[in-house]
């Protein structure tokens, strides 16, 4: 089976390729831009995007909305990730940081697969905004986030490290193990 990825991000395509090569499902990036509606959820921004995008391409295809969601920050930037990714970057994320004691932050991937309807899928990692970058590997804000229960961030582990513990990881297997179930 190939499963389409509609992203600008070959981060994403990356992981997802990962995941999904042992279950011999071949991921394949497709470029093309849809609009990211400012909602609340990222559920709601993920919906839409699948919805705007079926009336344009033949489907089955899946998007990823993904968003950073810090703790002493309200949440911020959650659903404004990609915004504030591109405008403050990382270092802005720092500075506004600095010190803050409370560095508790998750991560979460909205999955929305389209294949005549929406289904969505969803995956949190849990973890905490470093003191500085730290490592080379994924990419957004991996290099300032480290996951609970470890001492190194995003950006210091694997592909196949991050996707076993990551939001998008769990995110690709509920979406999965639904495919195993619904595509016999
Ligand atoms: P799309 O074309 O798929 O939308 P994007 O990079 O704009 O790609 P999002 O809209 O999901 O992705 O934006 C989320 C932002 O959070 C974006 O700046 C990403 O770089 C970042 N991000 C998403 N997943 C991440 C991850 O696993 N690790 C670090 N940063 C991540
Ligand atoms: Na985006």
Redesign the pocket.
């Known amino acids: 089976m190939r499963l389409a990825f509609?992203?600008?991000?070959p981060?994403?395509v990356e992981?997802a390729r990962k995941y999904f090569e042992p279950l011999g499902v071949e991921v394949y990036q497709l470029?093309f831009?849809y609009p990211?509606i400012q909602a609340d959820t990222?559920e709601e921004?993920a919906e839409y995007?699948a919805r705007w995008l079926a009336k344009r391409l033949e489907g089955p295809f899946f998007?990823?909305?993904?968003?950073?969601f810090i703790d002493a920050l309200k949440g911020f930037?959650g659903v404004y990730?990609?915004?504030?990714?591109?405008t403050l970057g990382i270092d802005g994320i720092l500075r506004l940081m600095a010190g803050v004691d409370n560095r508790k932050a998750h991560?979460r991937?909205v999955i929305a697969y389209w294949d005549g309807e929406v289904h969505l899928f969803t995956g949190r990692v849990d973890g905490e905004i470093t003191r500085e970058k730290r490592g080379t590997g994924?990419?957004?804000?991996?290099p300032i986030?480290m996951p609970q229960g470890f001492d190194r961030t995003?950006a210091e582990m694997t592909t196949d490290e991050?996707n076993r513990i990551?939001?998008?990881g769990r995110a690709l297997k509920a979406f999965s193990e639904w495919l195993k179930e619904n595509l016999k």
């Open positions: 509609i992203t600008s991000n981060g994403k992981e470029r831009e990211e990222l921004v995007g998007l990823d909305d993904s968003g950073l930037p990730s990609a915004y504030v990714y591109r991560f991937s994924g990419f957004g804000f991996d986030f995003f991050k990551s939001h998008r």
